[in-house]
């Protein structure tokens, strides 16, 4: 079956600090993951995409990923987190199975505190 | 560039009333679209897409329709709002041909059914 795992509801960090938002995926085939950002009362923006190539993809507003393929993991990271990347975060990737979809986690709120 | 748009913004209304919820996107020809809910600020329910012109996929069976008239024109509605229809709803859009397009989203709606 093809999912996405985001084991954590919230994740709390002091501003300044290094952050990380987990992501674990199955899927058949390849993976294209993807990570989006959600701020209150807004839609989804999109911050990066892994499609292939090197493990390390780099995104928006100084966010990157690592995919790993042999644990299927695709953390978000930030070596500084600020106040303002409190926000909701999801993890997505794209349904291979001759459909148009996209499987999201659950999301992950992270707050970081100042 | 691209733009999408979804009106209104928020909305009020009465159990057992009509629903129309409209999205368009500017900047693009013959993109997928999608309508997902969003309930409680978390995870996203994915309720219908397509691929083209009077193309809809349904996701969950439920009192709610969606209807595409036109290429970058995506409609939701029902003829008879549940309380359970509270939510904040998005639309997207992703470029059809590739499956590692990202997904960009509206701004959304919130809608109350009182």
């Known amino acids: 079956a093809q999912s996405v795992a985001q084991p954590e509801d919230q994740v709390n960090v002091a501003e300044g600090n290094p952050l990380t938002v987990k992501c674990t995926y199955s899927v058949s085939g390849n993976p294209y993951l993807f990570w989006y950002v959600q701020y209150p009362n807004r839609g989804l923006q999109f911050l990066l995409k892994y499609i292939t190539g090197d493990n390390l993809v780099k995104g928006s507003y100084g966010f990157e990923a690592e995919f790993n393929k042999s644990q299927t993991s695709f953390h978000l990271k930030k070596p500084s987190a600020l106040v303002s990347d409190s926000a909701l975060y999801f993890c997505a990737v794209r349904d291979m199975r001759g459909t148009y979809k996209y499987i999201f986690g659950t999301g992950t709120r992270l707050k970081v505190l100042a | 560039s691209q733009t999408i748009h979804q009106w209104p913004a928020t909305l009020v209304q009465p159990v057992g009333s009509p629903l129309s919820l409209e999205c368009t996107v500017e900047g693009t020809s013959n993109p997928n679209l999608y309508w997902y809910r969003q309930a409680a600020g978390r995870g996203l329910q994915l309720l219908f897409y397509s691929v083209g012109i009077g193309q809809i996929s349904s996701e969950v069976p439920q009192n709610l329709s969606a209807s595409r008239p036109q290429d970058r024109q995506f409609i939701l509605s029902s003829k008879k709002l549940l309380l359970s229809d509270s939510g904040f709803y998005l639309c997207?859009?992703?470029?059809?041909?590739?499956?590692?397009?990202?997904?960009?989203f509206g701004p959304g709606t919130r809608l109350t059914v009182l």
């Open positions: 997207a859009w992703s470029k059809e041909g590739t499956p590692y397009n990202e997904q960009f």
